[in-house]
């Protein structure tokens, strides 16, 4: 806590040296972030080259207060969402009908990123709706707040309890019946 | 079988590494821009003394209080104080009074102009302190023709 306390303290004052040591520390997170919402690995690193790269250049440009680990969290969660859209405008996909990232789950290849311990999950995750997945991770992974979590997505505090809540039941339903299998 | 409760325990546990290859990007366009920043500031000519103090609250209260305590003090000292220039009107008559009325007859020449002036700045100098207007002056004139004319 205090390292970053120490890292936001310099990256206030516009000294980028400390943009490597805030990479260093946060990378592995804010990669697992992008990839359980995006289900693809080139896709959550380009999301997070993105993010780093906007943050390289917005250094002394703007004065960060809160945890350093929520912002880039949000940021990550932002660009990975927008890609998500664009991703499905491309497709010509309509949002109730289908989703593209179920479609990428099922591929192997993202079962097996977390290994095998965790390949249930991942598929499980990639079973449930972008916006539910995004509020599960982010709570439980990121452990951001359901307000932060609601601003960021504006949308309200009821609507992401709500997705929580649904996101959460229908993964449990996914990972009982994988295992009765 | 996986109890459906430890979906928070699995979820913190999920956990992937950076590939080289995103390490190597990241870190190629910080190093493009701390050489930006590096170029930037060695361009950078000194600091404007307005930017500093509108950029920081505390220099902007500072030099406020400052102008204001200036403008105050200016405004009491002109209130409570004399000027220092007499008034168009008004005529200043000390050389007058040690020049003319202590030695008026004494002789022009350099040597004499000096000891006279010293001998006059010796001289008591009951004007010094006054502003004759110009009525005073020759009411001041017409006693000394009146003392000259007795003696």
Known sequence: MLEDKLLIWKFNRGKRDVLRSIYEKYKDDLVTLATVLLTDISAAEDVVHDVFVSFIQSTGRFQLTGSLKSYLMTCVANNARNRNKAKQRHHNIDLDEADPVAADSRNPEFRAIFGEELSQLSWALGQIPYEQREVLILHIYSGMKFKAIAKSQEVSINTVLGRYRYALDKLRSLLNSEVKK | ?151
């Open chain 2, 1 to 151: 079988m996986r109890p459906a409760d430890d979906i928070h325990k699995l979820i913190k546990k999920l956990q992937l590494k950076a590939s080289p290859k995103l390490d190597k990007r990241v870190h190629d366009d910080i190093s493009k821009a701390l050489a930006e920043s590096k170029k930037a500031e060695s361009a950078r000519v000194e600091p404007n003394i307005w930017r500093i103090i509108t950029k920081s609250g505390v220099t902007k209260l500072a030099v406020a209080a400052a102008i204001f305590i200036a403008f105050g003090m200016g405004f009491s000292i002109g209130r409570w104080s004399k000027p220092t220039r007499l008034a168009s009107h008004s005529i200043d008559v000390t050389d007058y009074t040690s020049a003319v009325l202590v030695y008026p007859t004494a002789p022009k020449d350099e040597d004499s102009f000096w000891r006279r002036k010293t001998l006059a700045a010796m001289q008591p100098r009951p004007y010094v302190q006054n502003q004759f207007t110009k009525t005073n002056l020759i009411n001041a004139y017409k006693k000394y023709l009146k003392e000259k004319h007795y003696d």
